[in-house]
């Protein structure tokens, strides 16, 4: 392969490991956070007021809660809910709440 040629090579391949890293880095990765599509649903707003409430009672603070205004989700053993909650007075409070469902009950197919 002449030097023209393999330095045009070299370039290539570079340039197609460089897509497919950005690329990877745009997709979820297994275990990581992801973005919570509707961060209005009253579930996710709950577990804000509950971060805060429990904040509240460990600290013996009086931090009002407004409404959560970004979040991430982590599937783990559980889910993992990393909260950016906006305070009464504009002042932003950053919380992970863990919440684990348990099995209450469960319906055998009959097959």
Known sequence: MESGQYGLFLLMFATLL???VSTAAEE??????????DINDPHVQELGEFAVTVHNSRAGTKLNFLK???GETQVVNGINYKL?????HGALYKAVVYEKRQLSSID????
């Open 18 to 20: 460089l897509i497919g």
């Open 28 to 37: 979820n990765i297994p275990g990581g956070y992801t973005p919570i599509k």
């Open 68 to 70: 959560v205004i970004y």
């Open 84 to 88: 950016v909650i906006e305070l009464l």
């Open 108 to 111: 055998p197919l009959n097959v």
